[in-house]
């Protein structure tokens, strides 16, 4: 994570006049952040190249492509910048296939700047949080499960596992559960920050293919479902 004082700073990718209006002289000028509309030039170099600590995109951009697929390309380059999708097609199973893709959130247009406002500085408040915490331990291990909270690395039995950013925050919140039932609506509010009756079921889709991944690498950890409350990794 950044320092501190960097953690203001975002770059929207917009070319929809009035959410750059928006934005531009209510959310950067008048709520504390720093930042910049990216140009109408900017390529999608330039948008990994981005030093920002949080991306705003918008479903009318310069690249002319989906939110969802440049989230994607650039969740292969970057775990940390924090990304928001603003779109004009808003529904559920494209919300899931955001927060899948690692989005942070996902918006309806028109935006409404102070709920942007609220939910940038409430995702950047949840990652101080967990960051702070893990500075006392941040190496755990679990059956044939070794996870550096620190650099988001999970390994089995030596082996890296490659995890999106959602996918490494459960595990590592089943695994410090240490063999005790976590709850769904927990793991629903603190990772993804949703209400306990959001119906898109990040924390099922996400289990559902760590599931598929830890048995890829033959590992011996397995996540059973509780039912009726969450799920529990089991110990050997």
């Known amino acids: 994570m950044k320092n501190e004082s960097f953690k203001n700073k975002i770059n929207i990718l917009s070319s929809d006049e009035s959410t750059i209006k928006l934005l531009a002289y209510d959310l950067l000028a008048g709520s504390g952040f720093s930042g910049e509309i990216m140009p109408d030039t900017t390529s999608l170099e330039m948008l990994l190249n981005s030093t920002a600590d949080v991306l705003i995109l918008d479903s009318k951009n310069p690249l002319q492509m989906l939110p969802i697929d440049i989230c994607k390309i650039i969740r292969t380059k970057n775990d940390e910048v924090v990304i928001l999708i603003l779109t004009d097609d808003f529904n559920v199973s494209t919300k899931v296939l955001a927060l899948e893709f690692g989005a942070d959130d996902y918006i309806k247009k028109p935006a409404n700047q102070l709920e942007i406002t609220a939910r940038i500085k409430s995702i950047l408040r949840r990652m101080n949080i967990v960051e702070k915490a893990l500075l006392e331990d941040d190496e755990f291990m679990f059956n044939d499960l070794y996870l550096d909270a620190r650099r988001r690395v999970c390994t089995i039995n030596g082996n890296e596992l490659l995890l999106s950013n959602h996918e490494f925050s459960t595990l590592l919140y089943l695994v410090q559960g240490k063999g005790r039932p976590v709850a769904r609506d927990l793991l629903l509010n603190d990772i993804w920050e949703l209400p306990s009756d959001d119906p898109t079921r990040p924390v099922d889709d996400v289990v559902r293919r ?22 529990r990794i089991e110990p050997e």
């Open 210 to 231: 760590l599931r598929k991944k830890l048995k890829s690498h033959k590992s011996h950890s397995y996540i059973s479902t509780i039912w009726g409350f969450g799920y």
